[in-house]
């Protein structure tokens, strides 16, 4: 059973460019949580999505930001426009549909880096 | 708002020694607790959970954990370090979402040398 798979593992943007960051979650899992984590912090909850739903996103960036989770496919969190400050690693996590307390399984994460 | 705190940014121990790591916490509620460790290039993986019930827990790779409520504190500990020991590890906190399960928050981590 693959964990959580990511790509890319690295990403360089320039300014004003778009990144889009992608999230495979575990094979059975329909809950998706994506997590930030800038330079010399811990690791930031952003957006807690299931199947064609945003359950939570009290975390994300007001402005810039999206994320998405389609019936088919990958996860997808979108930067429209980065800035220096959104260089950071961003880490995708993945539970199962069933009842609470779910473990989170994380993947390699995603490095940003934006010139 | 829930934060934690891992007060030791680097710590080295020999192979075979004890070892304590810090976490301290501050959530308003009864905490969800965890610790995670990170190998290079790697994803998190979690070590231990604390929800409720015995305040000492014991985890994986011989890790164990101890709640604290009057000091806030869920320090992790292992009485015998081995090599592959070494890594990032970091706490959190889980505050609750809508539906049981939880968004965490994370401390800065703690990066673990092990040396001969």
């Known amino acids: 059973n693959a964990g959580v798979m990511q790509n890319p593992r690295h990403l360089v943007r320039r300014r004003g460019q778009e990144a889009r960051l992608r999230c495979s979650p575990m094979k059975g899992h329909s809950h998706v949580y994506w997590y930030r984590q800038l330079p010399e912090e811990g690791l930031k909850f952003m957006v807690y999505l299931q199947k064609e739903n945003i359950i939570d996103e009290s975390g994300m960036p007001k402005e810039r930001f999206s994320a998405e989770f389609p019936k088919e496919g990958p996860s997808i969190l979108r930067i429209q426009q980065v800035v220096r400050g959104d260089s950071a690693a961003y880490f995708c996590?993945?539970?199962?549909?069933?009842?609470?307390?779910?473990?989170?399984?994380f993947g390699p994460g995603t490095r940003l880096t934006v010139l | 708002a829930q934060s934690v705190t891992q007060p030791d940014i680097h710590i080295t121990v020999s192979e075979g020694a004890s070892l304590e790591l810090r976490c301290n916490y501050s959530y308003g509620a009864t905490p969800y607790l965890f610790w995670y460790v990170q190998s290079p290039g790697q994803g998190l993986q979690l070590l231990l959970k604390?929800?409720?019930?015995?305040?000492l827990v014991q985890g994986i790779k011989g890790f164990e954990a101890e709640f604290k409520r009057s000091q806030s504190s869920f320090n992790l500990r292992k009485p015998s370090v081995h090599w592959s020991d070494a890594a990032e590890y970091f706490c959190?906190?889980?505050?609750?979402?809508?539906?049981?399960?939880?968004?965490?928050?994370f401390g800065t981590g703690t990066r673990l040398t092990i040396i001969p």
């Open positions: 959190a906190v889980g505050a609750h979402l809508g539906d049981g399960n939880e968004k965490l928050t």
């Open positions: 996590a993945s539970s199962p549909p069933t009842l609470r307390n779910n473990e989170q399984f």
């Open positions: 604390y929800f409720s019930g015995d305040t």
